[in-house]
T-cell receptor, first 112, second 111 residues
Framework: NAGVTQTPKFQVLKTGQSMTLQCAQD?????MSWYRQDPGMGLRLIHY???????DQGEVPNGYNVSRSTTEDFPLRLLSAAPSQTSVYFC???????????FGSGTQLSVL | RKEVEQDPGPFNVPEGATVAFNCTYS??????FFWYRQDCRKEPKLLMS???SGNEDGRFTAQLNRASQYISLLIRDSKLSDSATYLC????????????FGAGTTVTVRA
């Protein structure tokens, strides 16, 4: 049972570079989301999706794009990396919005 | 004011001890409450939901106090494996099912 698969685990970028964090789930969950976790702060919602073809902004969407072409995949794109985007990123899915979240193993991103 | 606030700790307790900590939330319309556990450098995992009447899951007891707007988690007979950060999560139904996370309470159980 793979659950939520998130790649890469670690990434170092230079300011201005772009990259995509991959997230895939095999539980047929409609709801998927991306969070960032910074020291001393709770997880903050970046973007979320309630189904294929539907995405919406969360609490801290600036500098990030998402798309949901299939139920399984929900990639997060950093358009032009900034040091303020240095963080740990988690992808999560759930059967229902507001229900139990299943998290990927996280990506530690450093932007120099 | 943060929507969900937790004492960051750390709570350092010996094996076998009881440890308890609270989480306060600011929105009185909050509907659902959860405790997640996060081990160092790992993803959060659901520990338990918190029901209005309080609930137990083995050595863990969760309670909700709506009047004072806080939830609590109590761990009895602490094990070394209970060392983790415990995240309080609140679902504000009136705010379109937004989940708000606390920053976490760190518990360290020592031998």
């Amino acid at each position: 049972n793979a659950g939520v698969t998130q790649t890469p685990k670690f990434q170092v970028l230079k300011t201005g570079q772009s990259m995509t964090l991959q997230c895939a789930q095999d539980m047929n969950h409609e709801y998927m989301s991306w969070y960032r976790q910074d020291p001393g702060m709770g997880l903050r919602l970046i973007h979320y999706s309630v189904g294929a073809g539907i995405t919406d902004q969360g609490e801290v969407p600036n500098g990030y794009n998402v798309s949901r072409s299939t139920t399984e995949d929900f990639p997060l794109r950093l358009l032009s990396a900034a040091p303020s985007q240095t963080s740990v990123y988690f992808c999560a899915s759930s059967l229902l919005r507001g229900g139990k979240l299943f998290f990927g193993s996280g990506t530690q991103l450093s932007v120099l | 004011r943060k929507e969900v606030e937790q004492d960051p700790g750390p709570f350092n307790v010996p094996e076998g001890a009881t440890v308890a900590f609270n989480c306060t939330y600011s929105n009185s319309a909050s509907q659902s409450f959860f405790w997640y556990r996060q081990d160092c450098r790992k993803e959060p995992k659901l520990l338990m939901s918190v029901y209005s009447s309080g609930n137990e899951d083995g050595r863990f007891t969760a309670q909700l106090n709506r009047a004072s707007q806080y939830i609590s988690l109590l761990i009895r007979d602490s094990k070394l494996s209970d060392s983790a950060t415990y995240l309080c999560v609140v679902n504000t139904r009136s705010n379109d099912y937004k989940l708000s996370f606390g920053a976490g309470t760190t518990v360290t159980v020592r031998a």
